[in-house]
């Protein structure tokens, strides 16, 4: 895998979507290769390949097997730098760009209204912007754009190589060293984005749309992620979600859902990996027949309970150990520890941060769970998406 | 896991995770083993000591197939609520238990079987199994977790009523199949699922969920004689036999039709296909190879190739074969803009027509064979997916030598082979399409309204 440390939030304003954009220009050629070439040869080499971009990475990943592993290189190194693009196969492949955007996000109210609350949630960091940009921002990308950004963050010294098999170290490091260590190196700019001012007020948003027949509930509050200065609430966070919403009987589900029944699913989740400020995310599915307020309302109950009483020592035990032994589990798949690493070195963190999440977890202790817990979850600082039939009948 | 963690030149950072895997990350050279226990049940296993995980999969034909017309959706709901509560634990009580020992235990209803799976650690494995025991054996179907189930379910059909892509789906096998139970989805609709009763429920479970035709797949850390034992003490409660429906074979009526199912959404969701092949017919493999070039290849397919990267068409559009238990379809999709729908539909049938005429050149063959051959080890590299193959090389019927024949069986195959069925088989003038969106230009044959 070759993760680049450039994402969409690296993104010049008013060009949204570039990274993405060039993720899909990087198949398409060379000087050397021409365009889906590499693919060809990753198929026919009986590979696998993709690639991927989020708002803090950019990744190109291929399977195949370990023979295989200097040819791989080789076309990897050679698109790093070596991209040729022009006019005509911009222009055709924006029109993939935009039916993907229509196929991901605007045939669905769902992804709509998600697109809309993460703008409201950030207000000044681009994080705010969708990965794959704004329609009319894609619309009038042009090739000097485009140009420019893959020059700028496209150097081995912005990539992480991570080869994840049953390799022998010492020749992947010589293969890399082979086919990486004679491109020239190159200034990187530093990755400072705006940063979220404090905020004074609760945001709403609500999507209404005739497609709705099972509506949707949610509320994310800003939260330090594994890169902020207060990134120790970031282990307690984890073991949080987990409490309040990582499974059947996690608390919201077993209130909401089981005990009162007003809902059909409920949960919570945090992204940790973020190089800036990330999110905590609660939310719920009501049952058909039950207002929106009254299942909110006894969200809140749960929230209000939490902050005032705490976690117990029990719960948070139960929930350290899911988090540990679904470390084990990661470890169940070929491509699973390679982002696991992927993620966190391009997201500020180091190969010690990943060595030692477990102990990191399991020294989380009730109080450090309660106070991360009450730092974050402020009405003030939330922001709350609502996703409703047009006509505010509920679905039968 | 060992990690090298290396930089040059203060150039690249390159990091190499190495740590012991299945079967070396090649399936070629795992071992598989019949494992037939005191009790007779069988199972087949890979046996992998590298991480303390053991994963299981199992089925019992006939799934949602078998839904009685009125109340589609009874494989599903049954299936659904193995998970919620069974001896003396209750719902909570029971998911407590899975989730204290990490256990993940899932019910699946496809149309054609009923899918059981289970992943867990070595240290909890023998409660795990005790606990699938009781999932199987003893399901206690309260009325609260009847009532969620349906809710759950509920929704769920709400979610994907108007989904394009469902939409589509829907429309498209209920035109295929306008008598057969495969018209309906595995959920049912929210008019089925209300008439379900616990007795349908647990008469199915009864009836069902059986020792005859149950299918055992196991990878990861477990030993035959361990595995031996659990399977006895797992599975040797189950009834052996209980009278099932004849179901009919069936072919998909593919009269050639365009069907628009108006919607007002900025991109027109497609789904189409023709006649396909059973699993077990003798020209299965080279039309899987054929298709692999059509469409099935990922970014190298002919479909992809003209319509997404010559012409920025679509974003996704793919072919592939869908054998069932009663018929075969060879289905594909696509979404594009709505005026580019035409054209979309026009090459998908002008691809169709040009691999039937002779050209496909060995070249083309040679690399999609390679694709075939060497992705094949790919697919799986973790327990889970192991017990998934061990399971589908047994239902299909294929042999325990499946793996070290399949690269012979691919490599027989000739040019004249594909070109033969490709003449045989592909029948662009029967090819069906569901457009869900506002089209313009399109002739169909006939349109829903959608809302």
Redesign the interface.
């Known amino acids: 895998m070759m993760w680049y440390k450039v994402g969409a939030a690296d993104e010049p304003p008013g060009k949204s979507g570039i990274a993405h954009f060039l993720e899909h220009l990087m198949?398409k050629g060379t000087a050397n290769r021409a365009?889906?070439e590499f693919?060809?040869i990753v198929?026919?080499?009986?590979?696998?390949?993709n690639a991927f971009t989020s708002q803090d990475y950019t990744g190109y990943y291929q399977?195949?097997?370990?023979d295989k592993l200097g040819l791989m290189m080789e076309l990897e190194a050679d698109r790093m730098m070596g991209l040729v693009l022009n006019q005509e196969s911009i222009?055709?492949?924006?029109?993939?760009?935009?039916?993907?955007r229509?196929?991901r996000v605007?045939?669905?109210p769902q992804a709509k209204l998600n697109e809309q609350v993460m703008a409201a949630t950030y207000s000044n960091h681009p994080y705010r912007l969708p990965v794959i940009g704004w329609k009319h921002e894609i619309e009038a990308l042009q090739l000097d754009d485009i140009i420019g950004f893959y020059k700028k963050w496209y150097a081995?010294?912005n990539?992480?190589?991570?080869?994840?098999?049953?390799?022998n170290?010492s020749e992947?490091?010589d293969l890399?060293?082979t086919y990486?260590?004679k491109?020239p190196?190159k200034k990187i700019p530093l990755r400072l984005r705006p940063s979220e001012p404090n905020q004074h007020a609760p945001r709403e948003v609500v999507l209404r749309d005739?497609?709705?027949?099972?509506p949707s509930w949610s509320r994310r509050w800003l939260a330090p992620s594994y890169n902020s200065p207060n990134k120790n609430h970031a282990y307690a966070l984890e073991v949080f979600a987990e409490v309040m919403g990582g499974?059947?009987?996690s608390r919201l589900n077993?209130s909401l859902?089981?005990s009162q029944?007003l809902a059909?699913?409920a949960g919570a989740w945090y992204a940790s990996d973020a190089l800036d400020t990330s999110t905590f995310v609660v939310w719920f599915?009501p049952?058909?027949g039950i207002s929106m307020d009254v299942v909110s309302a006894a969200l809140e109950k749960e929230l209000y309970k939490v902050k005032r009483n705490g976690t117990t020592k029990e719960e948070v035990n139960?929930a350290k150990?899911?988090l540990l032994?679904?470390a084990?589990?990661a470890?169940?798949?070929?491509?699973?520890?390679?982002q696991i690493?992927g993620v966190a070195?391009t997201t500020g963190q180091d190969?010690e941060d990943v060595?030692n999440w477990a102990n990191r977890i399991s020294d989380v202790t009730p109080d450090q769970v309660d106070l991360a817990a009450q730092a974050v979850l402020k009405i003030n600082t939330s922001t709350t998406g609502i996703l409703l039939p047009t006509d505010n009948i509920k679905?039968? | 896991?060992s990690?090298?963690?290396?930089g040059?030149?203060?150039?690249?950072?390159?990091?190499?995770?190495?740590?012991?895997?299945l079967g070396?990350?090649?399936v070629h050279s795992m071992e598989i083993q019949r494992v037939v226990s005191s009790g007779g049940i069988e199972a087949w296993l890979v046996e992998d000591h590298s991480?303390?995980?053991v994963s299981i999969r199992f089925s019992f034909p006939g799934g949602s197939v078998n839904d009685p017309t009125d109340k589609s959706g009874l494989a599903n709901m049954s299936t659904k609520l193995l998970g919620e509560g069974a001896g003396e634990f209750n719902?909570?009580k029971f998911?407590?238990r899975?989730?204290?020992l990490?256990v993940s235990l899932n019910f699946e209803a496809y149309k054609d079987i009923i899918l059981g799976s289970m992943?867990t650690?070595t240290r909890n494995r023998d409660e795990a199994f005790d606990l699938l025991k009781l999932a199987l054996l003893k399901p206690r179907f309260d009325d609260?977790s009847i009532?969620?189930i349906r809710?759950?379910i509920?929704?769920r059909i709400?979610?994907n009523?108007?989904?394009?892509n469902n939409i589509a789906q829907r429309t498209y096998w209920s035109m295929m199949f306008p008598e057969h139970p495969y018209r309906f989805e595995s959920s049912g609709t929210?008019k089925s699922i209300e008439k379900i009763s616990k007795y349908d429920l647990k008469s199915f479970v009864r009836s069902n969920l059986v020792k005859t035709g149950l299918i055992i797949g196991v990878a990861g850390d477990i030993t035959a004689d361990e595995l031996a034992l659990s399977l006895d003490k797992t599975f040797g409660g189950l009834p052996r036999y209980f009278e099932k429906n004849e179901i009919e074979n069936i072919s998909p009526r593919t009269l050639g039709k365009v069907v628009v199912v108006k919607n007002n959404?900025?991109?027109s969701?497609i789904v189409f296909g023709q006649n396909g092949l059973a699993r077990n017919h003798p020209d299965y493999y080279a039309a899987y190879l054929l298709n692999h070039i059509l469409g099935g290849?990922?970014?190298?397919s002919r479909l992809y190739?003209e319509i997404?990267?010559?012409?920025?068409?679509?974003?996704?559009v793919y072919s592939y074969l869908l054998p069932l238990d009663y018929s075969s379809l060879w289905l594909g999709a696509a979404?594009?803009?709505n005026k580019s729908v035409k054209d979309t539909i026009k090459i998908i049938k002008s691809e169709w027509s040009r691999m039937q005429d002779y050209q496909i050149t060995q070249e083309q063959l040679?690399?999609a064979r390679?694709?075939?051959?060497?992705?094949?080890?790919?697919r799986f590299?973790?327990?889970?997916s192991i017990a998934g193959m061990l399971l589908e090389i047994q239902r299909k019927g294929l042999g325990i030598n499946y793996i070290q024949n399949r690269e012979n069986i691919y490599d027989m195959i000739t040019i004249n082979d594909i070109n033969r069925v490709a003449k045989k088989w592909l029948d662009p003038k029967s090819l069906t399409f569901v457009i869900v969106g506002n089209p313009s230009n399109i002739i169909s044959s006939e349109v829903i309204s959608g809302?």
Do not use: C
């Not at chain 1, 470890?331 to 520890?337: K, N």
């Not at chain 2, 009523?161 to 394009?164: D, E, G, M, V, Y």
């Not at chain 2, 390679?370 to 790919?378: M, Q, V």
């Open positions: 198949f365009p889906g693919s060809e198929a026919r080499n009986g590979g696998k390949e399977i195949v097997s370990k222009n055709i492949e924006r029109q993939v760009v935009i039916e993907e229509r196929t605007e045939t669905s081995p010294n990539a992480i190589l991570i080869v994840s098999g049953d390799v170290p992947v490091y890399a060293k990486y260590g491109l190196f005739p497609r709705v027949l099972q499974g059947n009987t077993t859902v089981i029944k059909v699913s599915s049952r058909s139960r150990q899911r032994d679904s084990i589990f470890r169940d798949s070929i491509e699973g520890p390679a690493f070195m190969v060595e679905a039968k | 896991m990690l090298v963690f290396k040059f030149k203060d150039i690249l950072l390159v990091l190499i995770v190495t740590f012991p895997f070396s990350g090649d991480l303390p995980i719902s909570q998911h407590r899975l989730e204290d990490s992943k650690l609260d009532q969620l809710a759950q509920r929704s709400a979610r009523k108007n989904n394009p929210f959404l900025p991109q969701s290849g990922g970014f190298t190739k997404r990267e010559k012409r920025g068409l679509v974003y996704s979404a594009t803009d040679q690399s390679d694709n075939i051959k060497g992705s094949f080890s790919l590299n973790n327990t889970a809302k």
